[in-house]
């Protein structure tokens, strides 16, 4: 398949009629529900029967993401129930963590060595290099059913991670039938730690629910540090749980987390990829405010693009500035339309600066992969700046300084996949 198609209904969301039911039911859940920390925890506690959420200096942070949600946000009811839900299984998440690591303290023994971290914004190529990498079975990715339920607990079957996984990736792929042509969803797909970090509840990924400047403000000025330490602790457990020698990992927040990243993975590999910020611009608001449809009362796609755009160039100008603090022996800079060009020798290229060898199974098991899931297989998107507030001029002089420092190649209007 290789249709284009333009999403005309992101301020009036247009749904297909599978979904209407559970919308109702949705909304119907949150008319009576309040983003309540207090009752949150409790509801995590209940749901697990523990009580320890380990280091509680996250719960001012908690306090903060649902007052923001709660004045910042114009949330549907069925909004308001579905971050209910999300916040719940984060706690709910961070208990069993607590609890395994209590029973088990030589979990904080093992070793995170040498992982590859790829850095990115989303639209730079940085999935497709994930994918790719994780393909090879020497090395240790996370896959999506995992980031939503890192730890089981005593009485659940992995069956029912699966299923819960299952119908949440229907759920996405029946109410935005054009998302996989941005990002494909699956159970088993590669997904990034973005998720695990939102377990310590100091993340970007809040900001992708709704624009929320105080969150967005508080976050940029903490030292991300513990939480990264957090997110260490999080790949132990999984290590122990599950196995694996080296990780692959991958979040767009990482760009502008350089420093906090290096000390928490001092013998790390880091993988920089850069795309026309202008062209990401526009897609990664674009997917945003598509995405906003099933939470937002009204969606506000041009509110959505000027957030975006904004955060964008925020993002960028610290990764320049911070640049330089990754060692220059074990990072690289990679460029979309160079990795486009030649995936395979990017990737040899990755491999050789990481020491990893690239093995007969490895290669056999990456060429696997792009045979299964060629690019562009379920369409395009035809992304333009406007429809979500952007100004295609203004931006590419805000953020210039960005293509000139890694020398990115500049885009023309053409659709985005």
Known sequence: MNDVVTIDDLDAPRFPEEVVPILAMMAEAGRDLTLDPEALLAAASEQTGLDDFGDPSFRGRLDLLCRCLTTEVRLSPGGVAGQAAMITGLLKNRLLIEDLVGRHPEILGIEIARPIVICGLPRTGTTHLHNLMSADPALRSLPYWESLEPVLGAAEAQENRWA????????????????????????????????????????????????????????????????????????????????????????????????????????????????????????????????????????????????????????????????????????????????????????????????????????????????????????????????????????????????????????GDEAGG
Not at 215 to 221: E, L, S
Not at 327 to 349: K, N, Q, T, Y
Not at 353 to 371: E, N, S
């Open 164 to 411: 819960r996984t299952e119908q949440s990736v229907w759920f996405i792929n029946t109410a935005m039938p054009y998302f996989k042509r941005m990002h494909e969803m699956t159970v088993d797909h590669v997904h990034e730690e973005i998720q695990l970090l939102a377990i310590d509840f100091s993340t970007m990924l809040f900001e992708t629910v709704a624009p929320m400047p105080t969150w967005r403000d508080v976050y940029m000025a903490r030292d991300q540090r513990p939480s990264y330490a957090y997110l260490k602790k999080i790949l132990q457990v999984l290590t122990w749980l599950r196995g694996g020698d080296r990780w692959v990992l991958k979040s767009p927040q990482h760009l502008e987390q350089f420093p906090a990243l290096l000390d928490t993975f001092p013998d790390a590999t880091f993988v920089v990829t850069h795309r026309d910020p202008v062209s990401v611009s526009a897609s990664l608001a674009t997917m945003i405010a598509y995405g906003a449809r099933t939470s937002h009362s009204p969606v506000d796609p041009i509110a959505i693009g000027r957030y975006w755009g904004d955060r964008i160039e925020r993002m960028l100008r610290r990764c320049v500035d911070d640049r330089d603090a990754l060692p220059a022996d074990r990072s690289v800079d990679v460029l979309f339309d160079e990795f486009m060009a030649d995936d395979m020798a990017m990737v040899e290229r990755i491999y050789d600066l990481a020491c990893q060898p690239m093995t007969a199974a490895g290669r056999q098991a990456m060429a696997g992969f792009m045979a299964s899931h060629p690019r562009g297989r379920f369409g395009a998107v035809r992304y333009d700046p406007a429809q979500v507030g952007l100004d295609r001029d203004e931006r590419r002089v805000a953020l210039q300084f960005y293509v000139d420092r890694f020398g990115v190649k500049i885009e």
